[in-house]
T-cell receptor
């Protein structure tokens, strides 16, 4: 069966520090991968999505970047965090060719101080 | 992307049925209607999806209007554990596209 792993669960980082959040999927190949951010009390904002290695689309201009070094690995990074980067970050995957559901990780709650 | 419109919030009494509406007047012929829900401090989870016909599963029922411009998620007997934000989204038939969520409907269950 397919599983999605996202870590860490919580993170407190100072302003200006770098960020690296990792997401891996098991049990499937060539998944669509997604990064979302949810500010407190707000909806889900799509940050990046990827339909394959080296195929990453950015949805919102910001100081974040995403990479997909392997088929089932999706990494969210920042060189210098801002206070406004605080939020709940979620990784998700869905099947590339079938219209099935998307599966979400447990999320990382990031607090920038 | 085809857009969806949902009420910001709804309340329902425990053990009563709940009807959560969604409007999608610009839906295309190849768009599936998906519903997800997000419990507090968790990632969204899939609830149900459909194309034209009404759908039932162990979690809920999905009623789709004949013109497909609206749909309703039905929770037959709400429990306190159903309190969540419910999202209605449209997905292309082939699934190979970005997945965007609106603000959803925050459902409160009254004991």
């Amino acid at each position: 069966s397919q599983t999605i792993h996202q870590w860490p669960a919580t993170l407190v980082q100072p302003v200006g520090s770098p960020l690296s959040l990792e997401c891996t999927v098991e049990g499937t190949s060539n998944p669509n991968l997604y990064w979302y951010r949810q500010a407190a009390g707000r909806g889900l904002q799509l940050l990046f999505y990827s339909i394959g290695i080296d195929q990453i689309s950015s949805e919102v201009p910001q100081n974040l970047s995403a990479s997909r070094p392997q088929d089932r690995q999706f990494i969210l990074s920042s060189k210098k965090l801002l206070l406004s980067d605080s939020g709940f970050y979620l990784c998700a995957w869905s099947d590339t060719f079938r219209n099935t559901e998307a599966f979400f990780g447990q999320g990382t709650r990031l607090t920038v101080v | 992307d085809a857009k969806t419109t949902q009420p910001n919030s709804m309340e329902s009494n425990e053990e009563e049925p709940v009807h959560l509406p969604c409007n999608h007047s610009t839906i295309s012929g190849t768009d599936y209607i998906h519903w997800y829900r997000q419990l507090p401090s968790q990632g969204p989870e899939y609830v149900i999806h459909g194309l034209t016909s009404n759908v039932n599963n162990r979690m809920a029922s999905l009623a789709i209007a004949e013109d497909r411009k609206s749909s309703t998620l039905i929770l037959h007997r709400a429990t306190l554990r159903d309190a969540a934000v419910y999202y209605c989204i449209l997905r292309d038939n082939f699934g190979n596209e970005k997945l965007t969520f609106g603000t959803g409907t925050r459902l409160t269950i009254i004991p």
